[in-house]
């Protein structure tokens, strides 16, 4: 199985926690915000006794006011309901 079609993958080289803080504001820039914050890492540890990779899920979401709503990008999305 190779690599999903959907959805944006992008690599900063930068530590993991300052990656989230800048996507985070990223995010906040475009209007949207960070609803919760999924740490997968500990999640599978702690309900499946599984090791992974650090591997932080931002469930982000377009204000009501902002402009993801008007410019369409508040619309679902394939790679949503994967990541949720």
Known sequence: MGEPRCGLKVSLPVPSE???????EALKAEGFGVLTTIDA????????????RKYVILGASAA???????????DLHCQLGGNL
Do not use: H, Y
């Not at 890492?41 to 992974?52: E, M, P, S, Y």
């Open 18 to 24: 300052a990656a989230i803080v800048r996507a985070t």
């Open 41 to 52: 890492k500990q999640t599978l540890k702690a309900k499946l006794d599984r090791d992974f």
């Open 64 to 74: 009501a006011d902002g402009p993801g709503i008007e410019n369409g990008s508040g």
